[in-house]
């Protein structure tokens, strides 16, 4: 089955700097890869995703690079913002059944 | 759109006895809807895919006879931790797939349950 790994598990940023998590996939068939934020208690939102034809997406602060051939995909967050702290989890899925199977998470603390 | 509940959120039982957790899609039908395990600070873990009308899909290491799923028609999925043991204590989250081709693949989160058994 599918293995993913993220890193690093913990992040301290000073406010205004750039976050970057990082995560691998071992399941070439995985195609789609989104990215979740978890506050404590509460269910992933959904920040951004990207899908195996693309190998860049941006949405205002944040950014997400697949590379394809490395099995490697990672999340970019600019300017970052104390209401940016949180966990964050990639994931991986295929359109065969569409299980994701997630990273281990990072938890992103903004320094203000 | 693409809404999912669960019910309840919280859950309090003592060892031994089960538990039943419902998760619904209220917008929309979800043929196929998925269970995870999440203890603190750690990851989301699937547990199994629940297909409408057919039997769940578990995955390895995940016991059936005890985490029972049902997902009797395209809006409720149900899990139920039988005979609970304070281990079973976690998050308990449901997704559901997106039935709207433009998002394929995405998955829509429930708000968790939080089981706790003493």
């Known amino acids: 089955g599918e293995n993913v790994e993220q890193h690093p598990s913990t992040l301290s940023v000073q406010e205004g700097d750039s976050a970057v998590i990082k995560c691998t996939y071992s399941?070439?068939?995985?195609?789609?890869f989104p990215w979740y934020k978890q506050e404590l208690g509460k269910r992933p939102q959904l920040i951004i995703d990207?899908?195996?034809?693309?190998g860049e997406k941006k949405d205002q602060r944040i950014a997400v690079t697949l590379n394809k051939t490395a099995k490697h995909f990672s999340l970019h967050i600019t300017e970052t913002q104390p209401e940016d702290s949180a966990v964050y989890f990639c994931?991986?899925?295929?359109?065969?059944?569409?299980?994701?199977?997630f990273g281990t998470g990072t938890s992103l603390t903004v320094i203000p | 759109g693409a809404v999912v509940s669960q019910h309840p959120s919280r859950v309090i039982c003592k060892s031994g006895t089960s538990v039943k957790i419902e998760c619904r899609s209220l917008?929309?039908?979800?043929?196929?809807m998925f269970w995870y395990r999440q203890f603190p600070k750690q990851s989301l873990m699937l547990m199994a895919t629940?297909?409408?009308?057919?039997?769940?899909?578990?995955e390895q290491g995940v016991e059936k006879d005890k985490f029972l799923i049902n997902h009797a028609s395209l809006t409720l999925s149900t899990l139920t931790v039988t005979s609970a043991h304070p281990e079973d204590s976690s998050f308990y989250i449901c997704?559901?797939?997106?039935?709207?081709?433009?998002?394929?693949?995405?998955?829509?989160f429930g708000p968790g349950t939080r089981l706790t058994v003493l």
């Open positions: 399941d070439s068939a995985s195609n789609y």
């Open positions: 917008d929309f039908q979800a043929t196929t």
């Open positions: 990207i899908r195996s034809n693309v």
């Open positions: 629940s297909n409408e009308g057919s039997k769940a899909t578990y």
């Open positions: 994931a991986a899925s295929s359109d065969t059944g569409n299980q994701f199977y």
């Open positions: 997704s559901a797939d997106s039935s709207n081709p433009s998002s394929y693949n995405e998955q829509f």
